[in-house]
């Protein structure tokens, strides 16, 4: 499976845009990336994915380079509930078996 | 509830008993995985259904862990001769492959006294 990296912490104030890199340097032509975050004591959710082009959603948005070796998940207004740690995978192509890293452990601040 | 249920939602043990952990996908998701995270981890990969076969179960850590889904929807993950070790939140998630979004329970916490 091809590796990402992110940083272990970020922080950001209530109502301020959030930007949580990720680096995928060996990233396939077929690789999908897909973001989930996890918060205090339950199971991981799905928060955005895509292949190439820029995503949207009702939780963020996506951007990914063009050369596809990094991404950005992108909170336009990060309230407490976003305080989680958010987790940036390539799944496998073909059971799309996830495999998690640490994460980035994002804290949101009053 | 239409999301993936987990049973129990705690389970203390001592250490050298038997402790099986029930999960209820999503109804009509064909995929089922099992994961297991400690403390300020992220969740680490045990085993993946594909209908009622294991199609991999290269996390498994070892031969005292095994699962089940006879029937291709509800699974079983059994754990033998518990170890202290073996203490950690157990996550299953379902989905409809390829390209399908994962959905996770809330786990069920073990602790091996």
């Known amino acids: 499976d091809a590796k990402t990296t992110q940083p272990n912490s970020m922080e950001s104030n209530e109502e301020e845009p959030v930007h949580l890199p990720c680096n995928h340097s060996?990233?396939?032509?077929?690789?999908?990336i897909h973001w989930y975050r996890q918060l205090p004591s339950q199971g991981p959710e799905y928060v955005i994915h895509?292949?190439?082009s820029n995503v949207n959603n009702r939780m963020a948005s996506l951007a990914i380079a063009e050369d596809r070796k990094s991404s950005t998940l992108i909170l336009h207004r990060a309230t407490l509930r976003d305080a989680a740690v958010y987790y940036c995978?390539?799944?496998?192509?073909?059971?799309?078996?996830?495999?998690f890293g640490t994460g980035t452990r994002l804290q949101v601040f009053p | 509830g239409a999301g993936v249920s987990q049973t129990p939602s705690n389970k203390v043990t001592e250490k050298g008993k038997y402790v099986e952990l029930r999960c209820d996908p999503i109804?009509?998701?064909?995929?089922l995985y099992w994961y297991r995270q400690s403390l300020g981890q992220g969740p680490e990969f045990l085993i993946y259904?594909?209908?009622?076969?294991?199609?991999?179960d290269s996390g498994l850590p070892n031969d005292r862990f095994f699962a089940v889904r006879p029937e291709g929807s509800v699974s079983t993950l059994k754990i033998q001769r518990t170890e202290r070790g073996d203490s950690a939140v157990y996550l299953c998630?379902?989905?409809?492959?390829?390209?399908?979004?994962?959905?996770f329970g809330e786990g069920s916490r073990l602790t091996v006294l």
């Open positions: 259904f594909q209908g009622t076969g294991a199609a991999d």
């Open positions: 060996t990233i396939s032509g077929t690789d999908y």
């Open positions: 995978i390539l799944p496998d192509y073909n059971t799309d078996k996830l495999i």
């Open positions: 998630a379902s989905s409809i492959p390829p390209f399908g979004e994962l959905f």
């Open positions: 895509g292949l190439t």
């Open positions: 109804s009509g998701h064909t995929a």
